[in-house]
Nanobody
Framework: VQLQAFGGGLVQAGGSLGLTCAAS????????MGWYRQRPGELLELVATITGSGTTVYADSVRGRFTISRDNANNSVYLLMNNLKTEDTAVYYC????????????WGQGTQVTVSS
């Protein structure tokens, strides 16, 4: 499975942006899909994840502002980002754990999100 992330861009603080992760094949059997980000000079950090049954997990820094969703019919995962802050500026990556027993073994290319003040 190949993952392709897109939808990044430049937005003002307080604005919204949506990211899409498109998979090259069906994702209904993929255990967990999620979004990571890497801010300038920092390590990769988990943003949000969603299981096949729709259970979601969010980083404390984005909870209440970001929403992850999964559309198995369209082989896609989305990240809706509201009330963006300058500290959300980062390269965002789509990733997936194929099975319950795997690490994050599928990664898409990053998409840049820049939030201006």
């Amino acid at each position: 499975v190949q993952l392709q992330a897109f939808g990044g861009g430049l937005v003002q603080a307080g604005g919204s942006l949506g990211l899409t992760c498109a998979a090259s094949r069906g994702i209904s059997d993929i255990y967990i899909m999620g979004w990571y980000r890497q801010r300038p000079g920092e390590l990769l950090e988990l943003v949000a994840t969603i299981t096949g049954s729709g259970t979601t997990v969010y980083a404390d820094s984005v909870r209440g502002r970001f929403t992850i969703s999964r559309d198995n019919a369209n082989n896609s995962v989305y990240l809706l980002m509201n009330n963006l802050k300058t500290e959300d500026t980062a390269v965002y990556y789509c990733a997936a754990r194929s099975t319950e027993y795997s690490a994050y073994d599928l990664w898409g290319q990053g998409t840049q999100v820049t939030v201006s003040s």
